[in-house]
């Protein structure tokens, strides 16, 4: 199983346990396939909604520009976590990147 594939399997099976509902794009040979291309997995609970990136701790800082480029640019305001997998303490390091965006004051 591909690194990515394994990674998201592992995800999945920790949100479902926690009754999360989760939808991720199905993966396509040579395209993009995140949403806007900051986000593997949607999950649902309640009310709530978690926008989440894998990836593995070497890339988060990469991950985490992506992101605050893509929030900046479209002048989106939401959280989008990283979930870091690190295969040697099998665990996920949980990162929340959002951007608040300033309403500008109107002149009387």
């Known amino acids: 199983m591909a690194k990515e594939s394994l990674i998201r ?19 396509v040979k040579f395209h993009e396939t995140d949403v806007f291309g900051i986000i593997d997995l949607l999950a649902l609970k309640g009310s709530r909604q978690k926008n989440i990136q894998l990836t593995t701790p070497p890339n988060v800082s ?3 520009k ?3 480029n893509f929030l900046k ?36």
């Open 62 to 64: 990469a991950k985490r």
């Open 9 to 27: 399997k592992k995800a999945i099976e920790i949100l479902r346990r926690d009754k999360w509902v989760v939808w991720f794009a199905p993966k």
């Open 66 to 68: 992506k992101i605050t």
């Open 73 to 108: 640019k479209n002048k989106v305001q939401m959280t989008v976590e990283i979930w870091a997998w690190n295969h040697r303490t099998r665990k996920f390091k949980k990162e929340k990147v959002n951007l608040k965006i300033k309403k500008k004051s109107r002149g009387k």
